[in-house]
T-cell receptor, first 114, second 112 residues
Framework: AQSVTQLDSQVPVFEEAPVELRCNYS??????LFWYVQYPNQGLQLLLK??????LVESINGFEAEFNKSQTSFHLRKPSVHISDTAEYFC????????????FGRGTSLIVHP | NAGVTQTPKFQVLKTGQSMTLQCAQD?????MYWYRQDPGMGLRLIYY???????DKGEVPNGYNVSRLNKREFSLRLESAAPSQTSVYFC???????????FGPGTRLTVL
C-alpha cells in the first residue's frame, strides 16, 4: 500500500521569508501528485497538481512544487510567504493502475508570523 | 455553481443516536467521497462511490453506511453514534477517480 509522509507537522516562518513543505511518498509505479490547502474552518481546495510532463508545477498564488522521481518527493515551496498563506497543507498521491483513490498525508500547518 | 454542499454544519449527538449527513454536488461529477478529519491524522477515507449505483469501503468504514441516492447526492449514516466518531466530516467529488477532488465545507460532529 502506498503511503505519504509529510515530515513536518508544523512550520512557523516570518512574513516574506521562503518556505518549503516536504512530502515524500512510497510507490514504485507511476503516480499523480497533489497539494491541497485548507484555510481555517473550510474544506480543502486544490493548490497544484502533477499528472505528467514538466516536473515543476506552479500555482496562481506563487507556490511551486517539483516532482522528483528518484527521491519520491513532491516538496512545496514559496519564495516569499504572506500572512494569508497561514493554513494547513496536505500532500496527496494517486497510484496509477490501482483504485485511483488518493492517499493523503497528515498535513503540515504553515504559520506565518508578522 | 454551489460546488459541494453539506448539511448540517454542526451536530451534537448522544451515544447511540443515529443521524445522516447529507452531501450534494452540482458539477455533474461521477465520483463522490466521504472523509473524516481528526487532529494529527490527516484525512481518512470512509467510503467512496466511483459512479452512480456503486459504493466501496475506504480505510475506516466501520460504524458507517452510505447511500448514493443519485448522481448528485451521497449521504453518510451513523446508525449508533459512538464518542470515537467525534470528528469533522468532509464530502468531496471528482469528475472521475484519479482526478482532483472538490471538497464541501465540512460537518463538525460531536458525540457525547
Amino acid at each position: 500500500a502506498q503511503s505519504v509522509t509529510q515530515l513536518d507537522s508544523q512550520v512557523p516562518v516570518f512574513e516574506e521569508a521562503p518556505v518549503e513543505l516536504r512530502c515524500n511518498y512510497s510507490s514504485s509505479v507511476s503516480v499523480y501528485l497533489f497539494w491541497y490547502v485548507q484555510y481555517p474552518n473550510q474544506g480543502l481546495q486544490l493548490l497544484l497538481k502533477y499528472l505528467s510532463g514538466s516536473t515543476l508545477v506552479e500555482s496562481i498564488n506563487g507556490f511551486e512544487a517539483e516532482f522528483n522521481k528518484s527521491q519520491t518527493s513532491f516538496h512545496l515551496r514559496k519564495p516569499s510567504v504572506h500572512i494569508s498563506d497561514t493554513a494547513e497543507y496536505f500532500c496527496a498521491v494517486i497510484q496509477s493502475g490501482g483504485s485511483y483513490i488518493p492517499t493523503f498525508g497528515r498535513g503540515t500547518s504553515l504559520i506565518v508570523h508578522p | 455553481n454551489a460546488g459541494v454542499t453539506q448539511t448540517p454544519k454542526f451536530q451534537v449527538l448522544k451515544t447511540g443516536q443515529s443521524m445522516t449527513l447529507q452531501c450534494a454536488q452540482d458539477m455533474n461529477h461521477n465520483s463522490m467521497y466521504w472523509y473524516r478529519q481528526d487532529p494529527g491524522m490527516g484525512l481518512r477515507l470512509i467510503y467512496y462511490s466511483a459512479s452512480e449505483g456503486t459504493t466501496d469501503k475506504g480505510e475506516v468504514p466501520n460504524g458507517y453506511n452510505v447511500s448514493r441516492l443519485n448522481k448528485r447526492e451521497f449521504s453518510l449514516r451513523l446508525e449508533s453514534a459512538a464518542p470515537s466518531q467525534t470528528s469533522v466530516y468532509f464530502c468531496a467529488s471528482s469528475e472521475e477517480r484519479g482526478f482532483e477532488q472538490f471538497f464541501g465545507p465540512g460537518t463538525r460532529l460531536t458525540v457525547l
